[in-house]
């Protein structure tokens, strides 16, 4: 009974902390440390776009910001361009392998006829003098061309790369503000960058996890009501929102599986906090793990075959593995304290984790 307690006391200081970091990340800007990513960063300049009818948006900062974010890439101040072509025939490329620039995009935005806004664009390599993309985006209005910005970003990204990018995409987050009796929580949907926030949920208690389906129509998330806590489907369209399951205990970190149809989730109302596999579709469930430990924050792989998760079996949390139609866990980790929040990579080859502690 001591040892139980014992454990229901560790999943309470777990939310604990949760719900200290987004009080922390509402009262101060979010700073994310990208290491390493100097190192081998492609080179790039982005020009500011020629606009010949005053629309007046600047398209190539916004690019330049979102390929700066991933640390993958290095770009050029603007001080330091010799030239703002906007064309491939205005190009001297002697003058970007001057300032160690290997590739480089121009473009150039205007109104047509009708006032909608065309926007062109060529992605160029200037060790070889070739062109690498030269496309003009589907017309768009005013209100339309931070997207457009975000899609060449995606288009560039993808072009050097290899990989799809995802700029053009959204983001959800959960902020907390005010004290005591003024306390206030909201589920947020904002553009990949930032911009354009919207609220989705309020709530005087707090909302955790919030997790997107595969696609993106629906958000999943964590809610309290008088203190219980349950796992919500909000369908961002209609404003919908389904109670999709509320048991006595811990009902947290929502997953969904890559077709959309399962979701993974922590529940303790059996006996310890464990992963279970619901079906979105029939309701039905299915326990995964059984050890006497608290397993927590599954993650599905990319084929759907596989879970991994937060365990503490060992007696600190590391990184299990496991079958989506059960059996034994494996262990990913051993060493360091905390080795929490384990993720795959797109392609399945790789996983992340965050490491807290990594002193053995």
Not at 33 to 57: H, K, Q
Request: a neutral charge; charged letters at 20%.
């Amino acid at each position: 009974m001591q040892q139980k307690q014992g454990l229901v006391m560790q999943v309470k200081h777990w939310l604990g902390l949760i719900l200290l970091l987004v009080t922390v990340s509402a009262r101060a800007d979010l700073e994310v440390t990208v290491s390493g990513g100097e190192t081998g960063a492609l080179p790039i300049a982005l020009v500011p776009f020629a606009d010949p009818s005053g629309v007046n948006f600047d398209i190539a900062k916004i690019v330049e910001a979102d390929l700066a974010r991933t640390g993958q890439f290095r770009t050029l101040p603007r001080t330091d361009m010799l030239e703002t072509p906007s064309q491939p025939s205005q190009i001297n490329y002697a003058n970007w392998r001057t300032v160690n620039m290997d590739n480089l995009l121009i473009g150039q935005i205007a109104r047509d006829p009708g006032g909608k806004i065309k926007v062109r664009f060529f992605l160029m390599d200037t060790v070889r003098g070739q062109q690498l993309i030269a496309y003009d985006m589907p017309l768009a209005s005013a209100e339309q061309l931070r997207y457009v910005a975000h899609q060449i970003a995606d288009l560039v990204y993808q072009k050097l790369t290899g990989i799809k990018g995802d700029f053009n995409t959204k983001i959800a987050y959960i902020t907390a503000t005010g004290l005591g009796a003024t306390r206030a929580f909201a589920l947020v949907v904002s553009d990949a960058d930032g911009f354009a926030p919207h609220v989705v949920a309020t709530s005087r208690e707090p909302l955790m996890s919030p997790t997107w389906s595969p696609d993106r129509t629906q958000l999943a998330y964590v809610g309290f009501e008088h203190g219980r806590s349950a796992i919500y489907i909000h369908t961002l369209a209609t404003g919908h929102v389904k109670k999709l399951v509320s048991e006595k205990g811990i009902n947290g970190s929502p997953a969904w599986s890559p077709d959309g149809h399962k979701m993974a989730v922590t529940l303790s109302f059996e006996t310890n906090p464990d992963i279970y596999i619901i079906d979105l579709d029939t309701g039905a469930r299915t326990r995964l793990t059984t050890l006497y430990s608290i397993d927590t924050e599954p993650a599905w792989s990319p084929d759907g075959q596989t879970l991994v998760f937060t365990s503490d079996r060992g007696g600190q949390p590391q990184i299990d593995q496991i079958p989506v139609t059960g059996g034994d866990p494996k262990c990913l980790t051993f060493q360091g304290k905390q080795n929490l929040r384990a993720s795959y990579s797109p392609d399945g080859k790789s996983r992340g984790l965050v490491n807290c502690d990594n002193s053995v």
